[in-house]
């Protein structure tokens, strides 16, 4: 039977850790240096991706968080090691226990059944403790293998990328996917956001890969390009929408070819 994650070398020493079995698809990477490795992200802690991690490297794994959002952070609380940006490090201490969490755990939120001894309506995501604040430039040297911290505010405040510049690799956490992107969520700024899709767009010339946190993993740099468009598109008023209810109220709704975006109304 195969397993709750689906795991992809998208690149050498790359992998890819998807959950395709909840509708978020939801996606963590694993990145291997000669000394150490990074795990950006941790999933939803549906299964359990330590083990996931450990048959994949035999190397110190600090875990690299995108930013703050129970989606990304649900097995934070298997590791000693964890790295955010210092905007978003209080809000691992808390945890999460909310009616968000029971509605995402709803059997319709599931494309394949969870694993076996997963209990949906005891689901929450653990507190952990944050070793170590990121800020922008940050540097992470994995052993023959550097990547940088990039703040990319936004979808929240202490959302960040990290760019590998030697292999052209942006990991791009929720900041840059192909789908719906969320710029209304409490501690969303839409119009920082547009800066830092702006800021991504500028770097395509020397990408190779976009790796994003949902979705389709690896995308083709070029979606920044429309991304950063599209901001600017709905910034001066050019984009159309449709209002849409959702847990947060009414929203706009901003479709394009390859993915849309959410605002507060
Ligand atoms: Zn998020």
Known sequence: ????????????????????????????????????????????????????????TGRAITIVNSHSHWDHVGDNYRFPLIAIHYAEAHLLREGASSEELRREMRAEMFVQPPPVGFEPSQYKISPSRASLLLDEGSPLDLGKRALTVLHTPGHSPGSISLLEEKEGLLFSGDTAYAGPLYAQLPGSDF???????????????????????????????AIL?????????????????????????????????????????
Do not use: C
């Open 1 to 56: 039977m195969r397993g709750w994650f689906q795991t992809q070398e998208v690149a050498p020493r790359v992998y890819a850790i998807s959950e395709p079995g909840h509708f978020e698809e939801v996606i963590s990477y694993l990145i291997e240096g000669e000394e150490r490795a990074i795990l950006f992200d941790t999933g939803m802690g549906i299964a359990n991706i330590r083990e996931e991690v450990m048959a994949l």
């Open 225 to 265: 390009v429309e991304m950063a468009k599209g901001f600017g598109q709905i910034a001066s008023g050019e984009a159309t929408y449709e209002f849409e209810s959702s847990p947060w109220g009414r929203v706009r709704h901003y479709r394009f070819e390859r993915f849309s975006v959410y605002l507060s109304e």
């Open 191 to 221: 119009d920082l956001y547009g800066e830092s899709m702006e800021r991504l767009a500028r770097l395509v010339p020397q990408l190779s890969l976009v790796l994003p946190g949902h979705n389709v993993t690896p995308l083709d740099p």
